[in-house]
Each structure stands twice: as C-alpha cells, then as structure tokens.
C-alpha cells in the first residue's frame, strides 16, 4: 500500500479552490492508499471543502485505504469548527468542544432518505441561527437541493 500526505491549502468557494479540491481526487484516484491530510499552510476550511474531504476519506476507505487527521497542524479556528461540526469526530477526533464556533453540521447519508435530507436542510443547514430566509424561500432552496440530490 502506497503512502501518501497531502498538505490541505486554504479553501474558500472561488472556482480555484474547486479545481483544487478536484485535484486532490485525481491525487487518490482509485488506488489503495494510506493517506494523511495535514493542514499546515491551511488558513481557512469553507464547509463545501469539509463536505468533500468527508467524502474523499470516504471513498479512500472504500478502496481499501487508510486515512489519518493531522489534527495536530490545524489552525485553532479550523480545529473549532470541525469539531463544533461534527467533522472532527467523524473521523476520529477528540469529543470536547469549547469556545464558540460556527459550523454547519456534518453529515454523512449512506442511503438517499428524502425526508431525513429535506429535515436536516431545513433545520441544520439553514436554520435561523446561519442564515435569516423566509420560510418560501428557505422551502424553494431545499426543494432545489433535494432535486439535486
């Protein structure tokens, strides 16, 4: 098995940090890997990067590979909100939690559920405490993004 680390850069939502995160897939491909991700140079982790680094370690573990957290090269703030998320126990970090943070859950869906979706989406992702939407278009989102799904 082929060892490889992979230094996470800064990840916002401009269309550079997509081919980015496109380029760490290519990096994987389909090979049974041990991988590492560390954060050193790391300044700022957007949630659509969590998502798919989820997935990413996910389709790892899939083809047989191993991945490991450098938890220890995160940035305290990046380290917050992983763990106010969720993401950080998901892949086998430390439960305690302090500070405050702001981070949209963490979720993973082995199987497509409607329902359970449209309820997250609606309660979690675009609660009050996120983002103030009104309640059409607050349901006109969710609607979208269950198409997608």
Known sequence: MKTVKIDISTCNDNLQDFDYLFSLWEQVGRSRLDVTF???????????AVAFL??????????????????????????QNLVKSG???AF?????????????PYREDEQYDEK?????????WLANAWIAVSDLLR?????NVVEVL
């Open 116 to 124: 359970e979706i449209s309820h997250y989406l609606k309660r979690r």
């Open 92 to 104: 086998g970090g430390s439960t305690s939690s302090s500070g405050r943070g702001n981070a949209i």
């Open 54 to 79: 989820g997935g990413l370690a996910r389709l790892i573990e899939h083809n047989s590979g191993i991945v490991h957290f450098d938890w220890n090269s995160l940035k305290p703030d990046i380290r």
């Open 87 to 89: 993401f950080f126990l």
């Open 38 to 48: 560390a954060f050193p140079k790391c300044q700022f982790l957007r949630q659509n």
């Open 139 to 143: 349901d006109k989102i969710v609607s």
